[in-house]
């Protein structure tokens, strides 16, 4: 019988963890934006006072999926909230659930941690992570938009006075 276990990712982990990260970004058409390394990772998952997490999912004894996820604050709940940046499973392991295993394991995280809420966000496009989100009982937020600010922007305006 096979046996699916997740655990707490260590820095021992940067290698899969950027295997991860990849295979997401291949998957969602960005392979190209990816600029972490074992390194970088290594420093900012790793740190002392990093504020980042991640899970490993394992198939008997071997990786076959993560999830990153750090602590947000809701100043309406005043409350902690958990934020998963990433979560994916590699395409040949998918339906022997481990993405719910992840989910469940963080949504037991948030419980634990007196978080008011577990929230992600998910592309667009992405239909089968939807439909599969959406038959977990989590809701899309449509009446919120995401903003960003990165590299040359994000620095330009950090610099205006």
Known sequence: MSQLTIRQATE???DIILYFIRELAIY?????????TTDTI???MFSKHSGVYGLICELNGEAI???????NY??????PGLYLEDLYVSLEHRGKGAGIA???KLAQI??????????????DWNTP???FYESLGAEPQNEWIGYRMSGKTLNEFAQKN
């Open 12 to 14: 021992n982990d940067c």
């Open 28 to 36: 969602e058409k960005a392979e190209h934006e990816v600029l972490a």
């Open 42 to 44: 290594k420093e900012s």
């Open 65 to 71: 999926g993560f999830s990153v996820y750090f602590y």
């Open 74 to 79: 809701s100043t309406w709940l005043a409350k």
């Open 102 to 104: 992840l989910l469940k």
């Open 110 to 123: 948030a419980v634990d941690k007196g978080c008011g809420r577990f929230e992600w966000s998910c592309l």
């Open 129 to 131: 992570s939807r439909e």
